[in-house]
């Protein structure tokens, strides 16, 4: 390539989630907490989740297939592949290498890429990958593509609402509608333990759930205040939240999410020269000397500044919370999802020129703030928005299962988890149309998949 390509950035997106859900008003119910736990107080609606039959590789296949079928690609056209997961089933064989099934019907094997992990940030990590490699020397004119995918399970307790699953796959290359900033992108990276899966032999993490918001909170801060100084540095008029027309979070539970907005107006305040902070923030004065790293848990701090930002909160980050809230988490893809739920819930002339701001936090703890900005050319976004157009249906379309089958569910998912041989015994037409589902695991652990296309299709 002689010349650098033009407007790197996300030309196709496509969602997937479970067929079945849990309501969270009856878990809280069924476990026994006091009632608005769930919804009010984590701000959660439903959660997605898998029966026997599906596993991170079913679900790569499944969103990598509708990427390529709903764009009319070939897959000779994709150069790269990257996947994000930390739903890890095998220690060395990568999910990746799992999709190079799907281009086996086209002979292709020269796909570059491979898995990322590293909890809720894989996905992103993944992206970075795809983004660089098409702003490189070795790119050869194909496209990337990106799929981050989980499965969010936690074991019966404290932290099992806010779990969920779902996948994200993204097509990356030039002149595209949504363009990923360059020289902004902001890293803060760290040594936590505050979740991480170092039991092999069960599909939980070991979960410090107070230290693992701590660590989201302050790797938020950090984010945030370098990607204003490079925003800054770039575009002297380019401050704060003001610059960003939407703002997308990593999404635990969406209440983390509304606390982490108006986070950013705290940092917006404690960044203002005083003459500003005066005119725009009344009353807040007496926040002016508090030191960050101690607020994670101040109610002082949170409520008078989830009140300045509630306005703000509902117009840049609500609308992005939509499959967050009726989902769960989706882990390396709650982020991607975010994006997905942004566009499902706007007409394209309501983003168009827009910039949206993307933060990202996988525990251990790995955490980025990146931007995009959006098209000004109507009929590009419209490509792109068109062929989400089935994901507010299809959410509507998914089944509701009481908790106590919920529960039982994940207990038959804890006994059979790597255990082989293995014959899931869910039914499979309770799938969506077009879902790839596990068949069988042989007595050498090796798993074999079919798709689900129902009769009326
Ligand atoms: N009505 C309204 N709100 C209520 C009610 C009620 N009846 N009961 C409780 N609440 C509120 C609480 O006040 C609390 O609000 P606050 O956060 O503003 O204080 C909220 O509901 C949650 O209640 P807690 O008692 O704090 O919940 P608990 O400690 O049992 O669990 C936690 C919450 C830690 C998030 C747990 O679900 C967990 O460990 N999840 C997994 C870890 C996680 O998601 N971490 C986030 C970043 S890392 C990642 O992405 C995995």
Redesign the pocket.
């Known amino acids: 390539m002689s010349s650098w390509p033009k407007d790197v950035g996300v030309l196709a997106v496509e969602q997937i989630f479970p067929a079945q859900y849990v309501d969270q008003t009856q878990l809280?119910e069924y476990d026994g907490?006091?009632?608005?736990?769930?919804?009010?107080?984590?701000g959660q609606g439903k959660m997605g989740f898998c029966t026997d039959r599906e596993d991170v590789q079913s679900f790569c296949l499944t969103v990598l297939h509708n990427l390529v079928k709903n764009n009319n690609l070939k897959y000779s056209q994709i150069g790269r592949l990257e996947v994000g997961t930390e739903t890890i089933i095998d220690k060395s064989k990568s999910v990746k290498t799992v999709l190079m099934q799907l281009f086996e019907e086209e002979g292709v094997t020269d796909v570059e890429g491979i898995d990322t992990t590293n909890?809720?940030y894989g996905g992103t990590a993944a992206l970075f990958n795809a983004i660089n490699w098409v702003e490189s020397s070795t790119w050869d004119g194909r496209y990337a593509v990106v799929i981050a995918a989980d499965l969010?399970v936690?074991p019966a307790?404290?932290?099992?609402?806010?779990g969920g699953a779902g996948a994200v796959g993204m097509l990356i290359g030039p002149n595209a509608p949504l363009v990923f900033d360059r020289g902004i992108r902001a890293t803060y990276m760290k040594h936590a333990y505050?979740?991480y899966k170092p039991n092999l032999a069960s599909e939980y993490?070991i979960?410090?759930?107070?230290l693992?918001?701590q660590?989201?909170l302050s790797a938020l801060d950090n984010c945030y205040q370098l990607y204003r100084k490079k925003a800054q540095k770039l575009d002297p008029t380019n401050v704060g939240i003001e610059s960003l027309d939407a703002m997308i979070f990593?999404?635990?539970?969406c209440?983390?999410v509304q606390?982490s907005f108006a986070r950013l107006i705290f940092n917006d305040y404690k960044l203002a020269t005083d003459d500003v902070r005066n005119a725009k923030y009344p009353g807040l004065d007496k926040f002016k000397d508090v030191n960050l790293e101690d607020t994670y848990?101040d109610?002082d701090v949170?409520k008078a500044f989830m009140t300045i930002s509630n306005d703000a909160f509902e117009k840049k980050t609500k609308p992005s919370l939509l499959l967050a809230n009726q989902i769960g988490?989706m882990?390396t893809s709650?982020v991607h999802s975010g994006l997905v739920s942004l566009l499902v819930s706007k007409e394209p002339s309501e983003l168009v020129g827009h910039r949206i701001g993307l933060f990202s936090?996988?525990?251990g703890l790995a955490s980025s703030m990146y931007s995009i900005s959006v098209t000004k050319d109507l009929s590009k976004l419209t490509a792109l928005m068109k062929n989400l157009k089935n994901v507010k249906p299809l959410l509507e379309k998914r089944v509701k299962v009481s908790p106590q089958k919920f529960t039982e569910i994940m207990e038959t998912r804890e006994k059979n988890y790597l255990v082989a041989p293995f014959e899931p015994v869910s039914s499979i037409n309770e799938l969506f149309d077009g879902t790839y589902y596990l068949k069988h695991v042989d007595k050498v652990h090796r798993r074999s998949y079919g798709r689900y296309v129902s009769e009326n299709v």
Not at 207 to 210: E, I, M, Q, S
Not at 250 to 253: D, N
């Open positions: 809280e907490v006091s009632g608005g736990k769930y919804t009010l107080g984590l909890a809720c969010a936690y307790g404290t932290a099992r609402p806010t505050d979740f993490a979960v410090d759930g107070k693992s918001i660590c989201y990593h999404s635990p539970y209440k983390l606390k848990f109610r949170e988490n882990y709650s936090y996988g525990s």
